[in-house]
C-alpha cells in the first residue's frame, strides 16, 4: 500500500458505510492510509468520527432518478474529490457506482466500484424503462471505472455476457465478509430455548420478503405454541415498495407474537435472541450482510433460491433455500424446524462453519487490498 496514501470510500450513506465497511476502513487505517467517509449523513456520521474517520457528507437523496439533480451531483463530487487529493476512490451501491464513477474520472482520481447487488430496477422485465436506462449508465460508467469487485458469480456474469465490462476488469470477492469479533456468539446470554424465534432483519420492501414472512408466521401460529416472529427493519423510508404502517399493523392485530421492533442501532442482542433466521427476498441482492451475521451467531437460515440470496446458504446443510413469493413453502421449512428442533443447532453450527471459510470479513479485506496494489 506505499502507492496509496489516502482514500475516499463512498456509499450512499455514512450508515451503510459504518456497518458493512468499517473493518475495511481499519485495516487501512492500520497501515498509514488516511481514509475518509463519503456518503449521506444520517445518525451513524458521529459513530464514524467516534471511531477516528473524518466524514463528508455526500448530500445526494437515496433513492429517486432526476437528471438534472444527479448531472449537479457529479460535479458536487467532482469538486470534493479534487479538493481532498485522493490517491483512490472506492465506490459502493448502485448509485454510487453510477454517478461517482464519473466524479472520480472528471477529477483525476482512479476508480474501484463494488457491484454489491443491482437493485430493484434489474428485478424488472428486460425491456422496461427503468431498467433499460440503469443498464445504459452501467455502461457509461464503465468508461469511468478501472476496476470491478463483484459480490456475486450472477452479477459478474451478466456485466460480462452484456458486455458492460470485461474480464480484465474484473475480480470476484464473494460478500463483503462478515467480523468475526464483532458478531461474537460467545458473548449472547442464554436465550429462553422454550420459545422459538423466527427474525427477519431489513428494510421492509416487499421484494424483501416481508409479505411473504407475515403470510407463514400467520400459518405457523395458527397451528403452534411458543412460537414468535420478529421484524427489525426501517419502515420511516420513502419508497412506494415499503409495507404500509397500515397493513403491517393488519398483521399485528391477529396475532401478539408477530413482534415489531423497528430500526435499531446495534442488530447484535435480538440475533442473540434470535433460533431461525428468515429473509425470503427476491430483490438483486449483492450477498446480504444481514444473513452472514446472523450465521456469525451460530442461526439457521431461511431464505430464497435467488441471486445473492443463495450464495450464503447450502440446503439441507446450514438451513433452506425455498422459491420466491411462496409462502406455503416458507411455512413448511418454519414447521420442520419446530418438528426437528436439534436442526436449529446442527444447521447453526454449519452456518457458523460456513463464516469462517467463505465470509470471515478478515479474507474479504485480504483481497481487497491486493487489488488496491494492482491499482
Request: charged share 25%; glycine share 6%; aromatic share 12%.
Amino acid at each position: 500500500m506505499n502507492s496509496i496514501k489516502k482514500i475516499i470510500i463512498h456509499s450512499v450513506t455514512h450508515f451503510t458505510i459504518y456497518n458493512f465497511r468499517l473493518a475495511l476502513i481499519k485495516a487501512l487505517q492500520e497501515q498509514g492510509v488516511e481514509v475518509v467517509a463519503l456518503g449521506k449523513a444520517d445518525e451513524y456520521t458521529k459513530l464514524l468520527n467516534e471511531n477516528g474517520i473524518r466524514t463528508i457528507d455526500s448530500g445526494i437523496a437515496i433513492d429517486g432518478l432526476n437528471p438534472k439533480t444527479e448531472l449537479k451531483w457529479i460535479f458536487y463530487l467532482r469538486n470534493i474529490l479534487k479538493k481532498e487529493n485522493v490517491d483512490l476512490v472506492h465506490h459502493y451501491t448502485p448509485k454510487s457506482v453510477l454517478f461517482g464513477s464519473i466524479a472520480s474520472k472528471l477529477a483525476g482520481v482512479k476508480t474501484i466500484a463494488t457491484i454489491s447487488g443491482l437493485g430493484y430496477a434489474f428485478n424488472l422485465p428486460t425491456y422496461h424503462p427503468i431498467r433499460v436506462i440503469s443498464k445504459i449508465l452501467y455502461y457509461i460508467s464503465n468508461l469511468f471505472v478501472d476496476y470491478y469487485i463483484f459480490q456475486n458469480i450472477d452479477d459478474m456474469r451478466y456485466f460480462l455476457e452484456s458486455k458492460i465490462t470485461s474480464i480484465k476488469k474484473s475480480k470476484l470477492i464473494v460478500s463483503s465478509g462478515v467480523d468475526i469479533e464483532k458478531y461474537d456468539y460467545k458473548l449472547c446470554e442464554e436465550a429462553n430455548e422454550k420459545v422459538i424465534r423466527f427474525t427477519f432483519v431489513g428494510r421492509l420492501l416487499y421484494e424483501k420478503g416481508i409479505k411473504e414472512f407475515l403470510e407463514a408466521a400467520l400459518i405457523v401460529l395458527n397451528e403452534c405454541q411458543n412460537i414468535e416472529f420478529l421484524i427489525i427493519g426501517d419502515i420511516e423510508y420513502e419508497n412506494p415498495k415499503i409495507m404500509s404502517k397500515d397493513a403491517l399493523q393488519s398483521y399485528f392485530d391477529k396475532s401478539d407474537k408477530i413482534k415489531f421492533i423497528g430500526k435499531v442501532m446495534d442488530i447484535r442482542p435480538y440475533l442473540c435472541q434470535t433460533s431461525i433466521f428468515v429473509l425470503p427476498s427476491y430483490y438483486r441482492e449483492g450477498v446480504p450482510r444481514s444473513i452472514l451475521e446472523a450465521m456469525a451467531y451460530k442461526k439457521p437460515i431461511i431464505t430464497c433460491n435467488t441471486i445473492g440470496c443463495k450464495t450464503t446458504t447450502k440446503h439441507g446443510y446450514n438451513g433452506y433455500l425455498i422459491e420466491p413469493k411462496n409462502h406455503m413453502q416458507l411455512a413448511e421449512k418454519m414447521f420442520s424446524f419446530i418438528k426437528y428442533p436439534s436442526t436449529i443447532h446442527t444447521m447453526g453450527e454449519n452456518s457458523f462453519k460456513r463464516v469462517l471459510s467463505i465470509f470471515d470479513s478478515s479474507k474479504i479485506i485480504d483481497k481487497t487490498l491486493k487489488i488496491y496494489e494492482k491499482i
